[in-house]
């Protein structure tokens, strides 16, 4: 290909690309399926390889391009950002509007825009000619710091904003982890001995403060719009806030408007208010209240500024989920490295609904910081994971019969030697036939996102292992029922029925298969990463590091982790003898077969078991098609929690509705 034909193509696959992030992150809508994007991403990189003059800063090969820093730099604001108030309690929150009411001089009922008050960290994007130039943390309002390579790198940030789009865009917003994101790193994080975050917040932030790009590029954040600074050469000024988000998401930015809503007057905001606070738990991130603005642009003018705060807008705050009880004893548990967990068993204690009677301290480290000892009162919360915090101890409670937790010098199950390796936080069991982590790799292998092998749980895998009939993963494939029946509480149906999971799960997609191995800084999208590129194991056993590592977001750690697996002979052998078990995960290019040709699927509400991309994936993959909208088209709507008026269509207009359950069901089937 000579130059001007690369140039020409590059264009191309650089807008298709992009158009593809934007229906994908931002509008939640892909039309295309990963296997077809890496494809463009691919073709890009080789082209950028072969003309690297051609590489723009806005090509989507940059998210990741920068060199480490030392430092930031600072980052002034043209507009200061401000913080907002807190209004706690319905009096609070009616002195607040009548305020703005007294100001304006008004007795009319206020338009207020609802917003969610996403718990992560303010950020400030600027956009010239379209072109993204800078992004910033807050600071201290007037100067942040200079973070542009790390906000580059989340996906949910255009580089460029959609045309016709103003000359000189500020825009700010929230950077954020989802819920299930959050755990499942912190999960990776522990196994990894690496300290763990408290709560998604704290991940965030620790995540967009990493000097090294490429490790902000690999911490699953996201981000939401929901305010500007300076807006210059605009078409047409939003003379409301609402109209500014609509706008906001037609230039490419991400904005809750699904979660948004107008309100006229003080009560309705607080009705609203009420009915959010009940449906927080269901929401896929942390917010820690309602956002109340005034919605008319121009009102906010009159109303302006001050110092700290803006007289327009208000945080009507939840309050916090956070319960005072007594630390009965701390359990260290195995995982499937040898990390060995602290975790602390409470005197059982409702939690905003919740009864709580464990929390992870994550490690001594943490132990001594918070110095919890047996026997503590202690306030816990709830910030974001499945376990709750230790967020301090109540010393002045103390009666002097506390007793601390030393760190192991032995691990708590097979007694052999813990200790912590050199730049670790946790302690670790330097077994490495510990039967511990025999076991919870096996409940790792078993589980939901990786083999998927129902009704291989926990006490299952205890009795399996106590009786001597596995010694590792390839056994689980050599189990007879008789086999089976040897365990206690287990009959000829429920042994029937493992065998049926365990023949299923031969065949799983090689990335669930990849991840359910365990390798060493391999999660979920890492997984699929490996998979997509080599679409066997065969292959992927015979990359080089040097292959490893021209995959878009592969780094170093993961390269020499699967290099290492594969040639370490214990782990050829097994999968050797996996393989004569009859595991043959299957490769994921294109569409696996087309049962579901012709049907169209949509989804609606909060699913709990997969993400809505995962879901529209499995459609897609079996030739079906996932749309946005429900019409007389549709062939079934999946409703999650929540559904809402997507629900009461399909029901008028008598399109089959699926529960959860009931497509997952039909996924398997197919
Ligand atoms: S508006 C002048 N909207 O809350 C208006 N802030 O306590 C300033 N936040 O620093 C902010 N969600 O980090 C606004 N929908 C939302 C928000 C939001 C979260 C955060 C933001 C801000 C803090 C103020």
Redesign the pocket.
Known sequence: MNRSDAQIRHQQLRERIEHHDYLYYVLDRPEISDADYDLLMRELLALEAAFPDLVTADSPSQRVGAKPLDKFAPAPHAVP????E?ALGENEWREFDARARRFLATEDELDYVC????????VELVYRQGLLETGST?GDGLTGENITENLKTLPTVPLRLRAPHPQLLEV?G?VYMDLSDFRAFNREREEEGEATFANPRNAAAGSLRQLDPRVTARRPLKI?C??VGRIEGVDEEPANHFTLLEKLGGWGLRV?LQQTRVLRGAAAVWEHYAQLLERRETIPYE?DGL?A?VNSRALQDELG?KSR??RW?V?LKFPPRQAQTRVEDILPQVGRTGAITPVAQLEPVQVSGVTVSRASLHNWDEIARLDVRIGDQVVVERAGDVIPDVVRVLTEQRSGDERPLPPPRSCPVCGSEARQLPGEVVYRCLNPACPAKLKETIRHFASRGAMDIEGLGERTIDQLLRLGLIRDLADLYALSKEDLLRCERMGEKSAANLLAALAASRRRPLARFLYALGLRHVGEHGAKLLARRFGSLEALSEATQEELLAIHEIGPQVAESVTAFFRDSGNRRLLERLREGGVRPESETGPRDATLSGKTFVFTGTLTRMTRQQAEAMVEQRGGRASGSVSRKTSYLVAGDDAGSKLDKARELGVAVLGEDDFLRMMEDQ
């Open positions: 950002m401000l913080s907002l807190n917003e969610m008050k996403l718990d992560g960290v303010a807050r700010r929230e939401f929901y305010g809750n917010i956002v603005k500024a705060s803006p807008a945080a």
